[in-house]
T-cell receptor, first 114, second 112 residues
């Protein structure tokens, strides 16, 4: 079956703008988690959605938000972009989002803020 | 809060040798520990999961151990190959909330 897909793969934005990233999970997976990966901080958890509800949230400012649709597809939005938001944004899907569930990651969206 | 420590320096080994990567954690003892592989420019790929009541788990050339007393997991790749070169991440569940915390990862380079 098809893997996790993320669009777009690359994005260049200017400071102050906003951006929306999209993630399509593996068919049948109801949990989608988002991560930010930077060389300095590694992989950091942003939030997790399950059945259209945000179930867990990491320590990121309110500029970072997300949502999940009834077909489990998810979007994350970053408003008022800052230079420090430049990162690889990864989404991962799993069957039910339990910590014992294997997570399947997408290829990521590389965001560059100038 | 939970802290995870993985070898910050890259591990360079010769083809055919066993690579051993370390994952140490502080505070809360996780119920589950997972290992992932990540290649440059790609998302992590799940390798193995080990539960707190399991001492060891194997999958082909991979072996993971979990010592809750030492608060440490070791990840072994036997008969390593250049294709095993990648960054390896360990991930633990948090004490509160249903989410994983990832270590910074260790770069493994296998030379032929």
């Amino acid at each position: 079956k098809a893997g996790v897909t993320q669009t777009p793969r690359y994005l260049i934005k200017t400071r102050g703008q906003q951006v929306t990233l999209s993630c399509s999970p593996i068919s049948g997976h109801r949990s989608v988690s988002w991560y930010q990966q930077t060389p300095g901080q590694g992989l950091q958890f942003l939030f997790e959605y399950f059945s259209e509800t945000q179930r867990n949230k990491g320590n990121f400012p309110g500029r970072f938000s997300g949502r999940q649709f009834s077909n489990s597809r998810s979007e994350m939005n970053v408003s008022t972009l800052e230079l420090g938001d430049s990162a690889l944004y990864l989404c991962a899907s799993s069957l039910a989002g339990r910590v014992a569930d294997e997570q399947y990651f997408g290829p990521g969206t590389r965001l560059t803020v100038t | 809060s939970q802290k995870i420590e993985q070898n910050s320096e890259a591990l360079n080994i010769q083809e055919g040798k066993t690579a051993t990567l370390t994952c140490n954690y502080t505070n809360y003892s996780p119920a589950y520990l997972q290992w992932y592989r990540q290649d440059p420019g790609r998302g992590p790929v799940f390798l193995l999961l080990i539960r707190e009541n399991e001492k060891e788990k194997r999958k082909e050339r991979l072996k993971v151990t979990f010592d809750t007393t030492l608060k440490q997991s070791l990840f072994h790749i036997t008969a390593s190959q250049p294709a095993d070169s990648a960054t390896y991440l360990c991930a633990l569940d948090m004490e509160y909330g249903n989410k994983l915390v990832f270590g910074a990862g260790t770069i493994l380079r296998v030379k032929s």
